[in-house]
T-cell receptor, first 112, second 113 residues
Framework: DSGVTQTPKHLITATGQRVTLRCSPRSGDLSVYWYQQSLDQGLQFLIQ???????AKGNILERFSAQQFPDLHSELNLSSLELGDSALYFC???????????FGPGTRLTVL | AQSVTQPDIHITVSEGASLELRCNYSYGATPYLFWYVQSPGQGLQLLLK??????LVQGIKGFEAEFKRSQSSFNLRKPSVHWSDAAEYFC???????????FGKGTKLSVIP
């Protein structure tokens, strides 16, 4: 158990819908990262927050957005969902940027 | 841009045999290097990391990796594989100041009893 929690574990929804994935980092970690794992793209970095501020952005679609709240938990919002958005979404946390990242168990999103 | 290549998609070894998983990276300077393991239906667990210093790093579960700057490689090794090592292994790099991990495509390890 890494100490990073993600909810929900599984999510099934339809195309065009919007969903929110939630992540609670390890106690004391200020940085939160989001990754997408799909069969065709592999593991891809989406976005990073540090103490509430966006620090780095990867291959994140405009339909996706994220934020980190004052209590340091983070949410990833996915809207206008497409079949291709079906994937495993991981959250990771670290004490500070460029420290080792601890991954949560992931949220499996299925878009039908 | 940084990139990671894991040339072996799938490797099968017998229990008790030695293991080497290959990883090559592309980055202008010396990056931070990581190996993660993912068991079916699980998240990623850090096996070991290299930031600087000794180029041979020891990790958990009996794994080690060697950083070779001249070959841009960071291969993962284990002298004797156990059935419980069957999983997918990911090599990752982080460029200094990039704050993001770039992963290889992964190598799936199967272990024959």
């Amino acid at each position: 158990d890494s100490g990073v929690t993600q909810t929900p574990k599984h999510l099934i929804t339809a195309t065009g819908q919007r969903v929110t994935l939630r992540c609670s980092p390890r106690s004391g970690d200020l940085s939160v990262y989001w990754y997408q794992q799909s069969l065709d793209q592999g593991l891809q970095f989406l976005i990073q927050y540090y103490n509430g501020e966006e620090r780095a952005k990867g291959n994140i679609l405009e339909r996706f957005s994220a934020q980190q709240f004052p209590d340091l938990h983070s949410e990833l919002n996915l809207s206008s969902l497409e079949l291709g958005d079906s994937a495993l979404y991981f959250c990771a946390s670290s004490p500070s940027p460029s420290n080792e990242q601890f991954f949560g168990p992931g949220t499996r999103l299925t878009v039908l | 841009a940084q990139s990671v290549t894991q040339p072996d998609i799938h490797i099968t070894v017998s229990e008790g045999a030695s293991l080497e998983l290959r990883c090559n990276y592309s980055y202008g300077a010396t990056p931070y290097l990581f190996w993660y393991v993912q068991s079916p239906g699980q998240g990623l667990q850090l096996l070991l990391k290299y930031f600087s210093g000794d180029t041979l790093v020891q990790g958990i579960k009996g794994f080690e990796a060697e950083f070779k700057r001249s070959q841009s490689s960071f291969n993962l090794r284990k002298p004797s594989v156990h059935w419980s090592d069957a999983a997918e292994y990911f090599c990752a790099v982080e460029g200094a100041g990039s704050y993001q991990l770039t992963f290889g495509k992964g190598t799936k390890l199967s272990v024959i009893p």
